[in-house]
């Protein structure tokens, strides 16, 4: 049977993700023997392992090479497995004295939690605050079972892995100017760079008392528009939008393309929703109020001007 388009590769034509999937296929059945693949979900689960692997990080990577260098990219991407085995990571997760040092937060998407009981907090417009465990050079969510085990404070606990995911983080904060819009952009090499929207106002200076709006596109990115009394906030949150939706679609480690409204010691609010291919305002009635405001200064200040008159 043909494989038709993939929610989780939709970029690939059929036969292209028929390819990618046949490469998945000969890799995992010569490394580990027994495995199960699920073409819709887009997850392999291996027996050996008792896990599931999700492919669209992996397909976001091979999306980015040509196809004859797949094969050795999906096979490097698998050896990693042997890294991680079960009785290995359980041992490791089952001694909170000796995991708490590498707790981390990870912002994450809802199909990131498909597979297990995620520890962590809802956040707006379908993201996830995640307790997770950093290892070399990945990540490992942290299931309920394990953390019951714990016999912690979730809320403590959660405040301890945040304090230690922004001491950890070494970012580059950088603007850009692309579409006429300025905002920043705070990258970094780990997959918990996102998270830094969680922590304090010290990762996000210079944000007057409207705050701002940030995305998280990617794992490694976060994005910053302040909110302020101008009229070029309307272009600017634009342009972020825009890029912060090409950064998602290109990924590997795709979060969300939807946007939040982030202040100084408040919840983090809902600001636009873009999953669903289009843009929808979601921010609450006093944002949208005050941005209202804005805008109808500006007319007014254009309509004065039409006229010679100064306010």
Same mark, same amino acid.
């Given at each position: 049977?043909?494989?038709?388009?993939?929610?989780?590769? !939709?970029?690939?034509?059929?036969?292209?993700?028929?390819?990618?999937?046949?490469?998945?296929?000969?890799?995992?059945?010569?490394?580990?023997?027994?495995?199960?693949?699920?073409?819709?979900?887009?997850?392999?689960?291996?027996?050996?392992?008792?896990?599931?692997?999700?492919?669209?990080?992996?397909?976001?990577?091979?999306?980015?090479?040509?196809?004859?260098?797949?094969?050795?990219?999906?096979?490097?991407?698998?050896?990693?497995?042997?890294?991680?085995?079960?009785?290995?990571?359980?041992?490791?997760?089952?001694?909170?004295?000796?995991?708490?040092?590498?707790?981390?937060?990870?912002?994450?998407?809802?199909?990131?939690?498909?597979?297990?009981?995620?520890?962590?907090?809802?956040?707006?417009?379908?993201?996830?605050?995640?307790?997770?465990?950093?290892?070399?050079?990945?990540?490992?969510?942290?299931?309920?079972?394990?953390?019951?085990?714990?016999?912690?404070?979730?809320? @403590?606990?959660?405040?301890?892995?945040?304090?230690?995911?922004?001491?950890?983080?070494?970012?580059?904060?950088?603007?850009?100017? @692309?579409?006429?819009?300025?905002?920043?952009?705070?990258?970094?090499?780990?997959?918990?760079? #996102?998270?830094?929207?969680?922590? #304090?106002?010290?990762?996000?200076? @210079?944000?007057?008392?409207?705050?701002?709006?940030?995305?998280?596109?990617?794992?490694?990115?976060?994005?910053?528009?302040?909110?302020?009394?101008?009229?070029?906030?309307?272009?600017? $949150?634009?342009?972020?939008?825009?890029? #912060?939706?090409?950064?998602?679609?290109?990924?590997?480690?795709?979060?969300? !393309?939807?946007?939040?409204?982030?202040?100084?010691?408040?919840?983090?609010?809902?600001?636009?929703?873009?999953?669903?291919?289009?843009?929808?305002?979601?921010?609450?009635?006093?944002?949208?109020?005050?941005?209202?405001?804005?805008?109808?200064?500006?007319?007014?200040?254009?309509? $004065?001007?039409?006229?010679?008159?100064?306010?």
């Amino acid at each position: 049977m043909e494989t038709s388009i993939c929610a989780w590769a !939709p970029w690939w034509p059929a036969e292209k993700t028929r390819r990618f999937l046949s490469e998945v296929e000969e890799v995992v059945g010569a490394r580990f023997g027994e495995f199960e693949l699920d073409e819709a979900e887009g997850t392999v689960t291996v027996s050996e392992l008792d896990c599931v692997l999700g492919l669209s990080n992996l397909a976001q990577m091979c999306r980015s090479v040509d196809p004859e260098d797949w094969r050795m990219l999906v096979y490097s991407h698998m050896a990693r497995l042997d890294d991680f085995a079960p009785e290995v990571l359980s041992e490791l997760i089952g001694d909170f004295e000796r995991v708490k040092g590498d707790l981390r937060v990870r912002v994450v998407s809802p199909n990131h939690l498909e597979h297990i009981d995620p520890v962590g907090d809802q956040l707006p417009l379908g993201m996830f605050a995640c307790l997770s465990v950093a290892l070399e050079g990945a990540t490992m969510p942290v299931d309920r079972g394990h953390f019951d085990q714990w016999g912690q404070d979730q809320d @403590e606990v959660m405040t301890a892995a945040l304090a230690n995911t922004v001491a950890a983080k070494e970012v580059v904060s950088t603007e850009i100017e @692309e579409m006429k819009g300025q905002f920043k952009v705070f990258t970094g090499d780990s997959l918990f760079t #996102s998270a830094l929207m969680l922590g #304090s106002a010290d990762a996000m200076p @210079e944000v007057g008392p409207w705050g701002a709006v940030v995305t998280v596109p990617t794992a490694r990115d976060l994005l910053v528009c302040h909110v302020d009394a101008s009229e070029e906030f309307v272009n600017n $949150s634009a342009a972020m939008l825009a890029i #912060s939706y090409t950064r998602y679609l290109a990924g590997p480690n795709s979060v969300s !393309p939807n946007a939040l409204w982030w202040r100084p010691g408040e919840p983090l609010e809902a600001f636009a929703r873009l999953d669903n291919a289009s843009f929808e305002l979601a921010a609450p009635p006093e944002l949208r109020d005050y941005l209202s405001s804005v805008l109808n200064a500006g007319v007014e200040r254009s309509q $004065s001007r039409a006229e010679g008159i100064d306010l």
